[in-house]
């Protein structure tokens, strides 16, 4: 059975099954990497349980992506799968970074890796900061880690494709269920930094009240 075959099915069911609030994005995205943390597969398992016409098909999917993922790139995958299933990717960034002597080399996220020369609003330079940008319209919304210090400090800027500052945008830090801290930018759109330890973090973004959608952040030891 082929991946189209199966999308076609979920989309068949899911349409009668309805979304699935109990679950979220990030879930689901997990789930087929078979990363989901363990407080939350109780709760993935119920929801398979409760949709035994989709479970099937959702469970050929993660073998897919586990076991051939040369059959379709797995973030095609994963969009094509949150739409049949009725839910809209919300993610901004996926983030891996690993330290190495010192420094922190990037894992995943090299696509929205930028260079300082580039960027007008920065803190420090060289090799002790780096910067990953996602375009959401009508913003571009920046992350920036400075590792010249243990443990690293995070902060956030926020401007428009014409480099105009946004005030007020909203930088909501979990770690698994437990909100860790919350940052604003302020009138130059720039946030305060703060430190963060090794750990995966989802950074919800918002501004005037409207969710631009998450930032995956890990930092590996």
Sequence with gaps: MNIETILNRIRQNSAQTGKGNEITESDILKFAEDRLEHHRVSIMNRYLVDHPEIAEEIQILRRMVLTKPEMTP???LHT???DTLGLSSSGLMDIVLKKVGGMLKIIKGQDHAVTLSTQLVTRSGGDDELIFQSEKSPYFILC?????D???SLYFSLKTKDNAHVNNGRFRVRKGERHIFEIVTDKMGITTPQSVEDGNYEIDVEVNKEKLGTINLSIQG
């Design 150 to 152: 243990e443990p690293p």
């Design 74 to 76: 797995t973030a095609h």
């Design 144 to 148: 920036h880690i400075e590792h010249r």
């Design 80 to 82: 094509k799968v949150l």
